[in-house]
């Protein structure tokens, strides 16, 4: 196998995981009052006996796509069949396009249950001569071993005649290593694929010191993922069946995607464990955060959405609701360590949110908001950019209005006017900056600009600020039309806990074209992820507290009709 079809191998234990689960998902189910066993299988990823422990991450599909299509087409309406099947063949057709094999005839009779992918190692020879390069390992659990070993020598025979490169074998404690060298008279050219077959499972590597190294961690415990006390401790936390697994160790994640030899802050311990698991509208991901600083046990503060939903309108892009907002930044703040990838993604994003504002969002906002809140990004009537507007429960001994008078003069400080006007039956305070300009065509006319940097009012139990006077009338003229009672929200949280810390809450369908914009890379994983993404309607995020040290959330990708 040359380069190009161990790679796209690898693609397909990545790909498949989110394309041909997730994509048909919404097609295979909706018609039916079936499930995949209850939304997937209970068992771990068997491959992460030969991942190491300090692995920095690993992508386990744990239901084959033979048995989820056969699914699909035993439970499918008649009309939908066609349609699943064919993203399907889609998928198959493009991962394995430049390989020259065939799916269903050379890799499907043996494929088994799992497929597992990882990044080992983040410099797998520690050469700095030769650069920086990652250990990458495949493992493929197999139905038939000796249909398996057929294929191997079909493709090593295949390349032999074809002149392309030369196969070096190797024994190493009692299993057989294959590996690939081009052939060229440069006899330094790296190897370029490696394979073995060791118990059920068939390995693929780009070097036989990763296969070695896989070797050697199933025969010492010690060496293994699956012996690691912290990602058997997450799992205990996700207790729902399941159709695939990813881990991450998230600095030495975040080194691989910097290609970086080493991890920034190697002294920072943080895993994060997902399970996928298949429910009756859509996808949901369980994730398991382990190394959040404090072992005391946090139960999730909330049995129902918070009343301050009723002031989002149902036509919302992104909300963010919940309780106590000073208590979670806190939590964010004491609950990461200083330096993880996390902590400072975070304040990254804090960082953008204050600087249009000319806020300290921790000591200004977020000191005082102690009840209910809601921030919510509504579609601007003018086609210009999203306008924003958030909501506050005042709490008893908490002085909002005080917080509010200090926001009013920093509005002055920056050069803006307080004033109020009317709107509906409230009076709302507005921040204003007044300007003019001269009519187009050279007349001695002009004309009066209002620029609004935002405007707030009050109702008995809550504050609300918004960017402009047309997101304040959206926020009070939504208590007819809220998010909170909009259906689709209510199929949006429906496979979310019940008791739980909050929503954060995307309508895909209006997010897309700014998360596209703002963050390119979201375009890579569409297209690695292609038929989820294209049946995405919404996605949900919910956390569920803190125990032992291992922090809970659940995402749910609401699929459908576009």
């Known amino acids: 196998m040359k380069l190009r079809t161990f790679l796209s191998i690898l693609a397909v234990g990545v790909v498949l995981l989110l394309s041909i689960a997730g994509g048909s998902l919404y097609w295979i189910l909706s018609q039916s009052p079936l499930n995949l066993l209850a939304g997937g299988v209970t068992a771990q990823p068997a491959a992460a006996i030969v991942i190491p422990r300090q692995a920095p991450v690993m992508v386990s599909l744990l239901v084959s796509p033979e048995r989820i299509e056969a699914f699909s087409q035993l439970i499918a309406a008649p009309a939908n069949r066609r349609r699943s099947l064919r993203e399907i063949r889609e998928v198959e ?94 006899k330094n050219n790296v190897t370029l694929g490696s394979s073995a077959v060791v118990a059920d499972f068939v390995l693929f590597a780009n070097d036989p010191k990763v296969l070695r190294d896989a070797i050697n961690n199933v025969q010492v415990p010690g060496l293994n993922l699956k012996g690691a006390n912290y990602y058997q401790q997450a799992l205990k936390t996700i207790e729902d069946p399941r159709i695939g697994l990813v881990y991450g160790n998230l600095p030495a994640l975040s080194a691989w995607i910097a290609n970086a030899p080493v991890p920034e802050t190697p002294e920072v311990a943080q895993m994060l464990t997902v399970a996928f698991s298949i429910k009756s509208e859509g996808l949901a991901a369980q994730t398991a955060l382990f190394g959040v600083e404090g072992a005391a046990k946090r139960i999730p503060a909330l049995s129902q959405p918070v009343g301050a939903l009723n002031y989002v309108p149902a036509n919302t892009i992104v909300t963010a609701a919940g309780t106590n907002l000073n208590q979670f930044w806190q939590t964010v703040e004491t609950g990461l360590a200083a330096n993880s990838p996390l902590q400072q993604l975070v304040k990254q994003l804090i960082s953008r949110l204050e600087a249009p504002l000319g806020l300290n969002l921790p000591e200004d906002i977020f000191k005082w908001v102690k009840g209910e809140y809601s921030l919510a990004l509504v579609p601007n009537p003018e086609g210009d950019q999203p306008d924003w507007i958030f909501v506050a429960q005042k709490v008893p001994g908490v002085e909002t209005s005080s917080a509010i008078t200090h926001l009013d003069d920093l509005a002055k400080q920056q050069g803006y006017s307080v004033g109020s006007l009317p709107l509906f039956d409230s009076t709302v305070t507005a921040w204003t900056k007044l300007s003019t300009a001269t009519e187009t065509g050279g007349g001695s006319l002009a004309r009066l600009n209002a620029q609004v940097k935002g405007v707030h009012t009050n109702t008995d139990q809550y504050e609300i600020i918004a960017s402009s006077v047309e997101a304040m009338s959206q926020a009070l003229a939504a208590q007819k039309t809220s998010l909170i009672d909009s259906e689709k929200f209510q199929q949006a949280i429906s496979a979310l806990p019940r008791e739980n810390d909050g929503y954060f809450y995307v309508d895909w369908n209006k997010s897309e074209p700014i998360i596209e914009q703002k963050l390119p890379i979201v375009r890579v994983i569409q297209l690695a992820g292609k038929p989820l993404f294209n049946n995405l309607r919404s996605l949900t995020l919910s956390s569920q507290g803190t125990e032992q040290g291992i922090a809970r959330a659940t995402v749910f990708f609401k699929l459908g009709v576009r």
């Open 93 to 186: 057709k493009s991962l394995l396009a430049k390989t020259g094999l065939n799916y269903q005839k050379e890799i499907q009779p043996w494929l088994g249950d799992e497929i597992t992918l990882a990044v080992t190692s983040l410099d797998f020879d520690r050469n700095p001569e030769n650069g920086i390069k990652p250990g990458y390992l495949l493992a493929v659990q197999t139905k038939d071993a000796e249909l398996a070993k057929e294929f191997l020598q079909s493709s090593y025979s295949r390349e032999a005649i074809a002149g392309t490169s030369d196969l070096v074998f190797e024994q190493y404690k009692g299993v057989n290593l294959i590996a690939q060298r081009p052939l060229s008279a440069n």
